[in-house]
């Protein structure tokens, strides 16, 4: 990272503690710097902001959050904070039928590189997350050995509501659970993928 970078870096990190609070409760397992894949509700275009302020900034270093491509690179501005700050993984959400959506996630994971990802693919406003889709599966059953981080986030919605581009200061919290148990042998893709879900609005009531 170049130090304009993560001069930028620290500075936004300022402002999303600033504006939100960014508090990450570590409810079921400590801060720690191994590979991981923190999967989590989604609310807002800060979700991921917010899980990467409240990380401690040696985890921040590893972990690589998942960003659309057609939003985030529509500008040069975004394009640059998202590539040298976050060091964002991009995905296409239209694609060709010969595209893996997985493929650039699989090459992070590859290079050891930690992943913040929120398997419903979409933002929602409702309470409580959709159903989970299929990439959280497919990962979890080629890299069994990096570990599965459920994350609650609270309040983000109220920050920045789909469709709002200024951001209302509101505290948010992140909490952190129990690494989730590996895929289960016999275990089929919705089994797994509920279970997931279920691991990640338990932690609702450890937040409220």
Not at 27 to 51: M, T
Not at 158 to 171: A, C, D, F, N, S
Request: charged share 20%; proline share 8%; aromatic share 10%.
């Amino acid at each position: 990272m170049s130090v304009a970078a993560d001069s930028v870096g620290l500075l936004l990190s300022f402002l999303a503690r600033l504006i939100t609070g960014a508090q990450g409760h570590w409810y079921g397992c400590p801060p720690k710097a191994e590979q991981r894949i923190y999967f989590a509700n989604h609310q807002s275009h800060l979700d991921w902001v917010l899980i990467w302020a409240a990380l401690p900034r040696d985890l921040r270093a590893m972990t690589r959050p998942i960003a659309a491509k057609d939003y985030w690179t529509a500008s040069p501005l975004r394009h640059w904070i998202t590539r040298e700050v976050f060091n964002a993984v991009y995905v296409a959400r239209q694609r060709t039928d010969d595209q893996d959506p997985l493929e650039p996630l699989v090459e992070a994971l590859r290079s050891g590189d930690s992943l913040v990802i929120f398997p419903e693919g979409t933002r929602s406003n409702r309470g409580d997350p959709q159903a989970f889709k299929s990439g959280l599966y497919h990962l979890a059953e080629q890299f069994p050995a990096v570990q599965l981080i459920p994350a609650w986030i609270d309040n983000v919605q109220r920050v920045m509501p789909k469709g709002e581009v200024v951001p209302v200061p509101i505290l948010c919290l992140v909490t952190f659970g129990a690494p989730l148990a590996p895929l289960q042998p016999g275990e089929d893709k919705r089994d797994f993928l509920d279970r997931a879900r279920d691991a990640v609005v338990d932690l609702k009531a450890v937040a409220a």
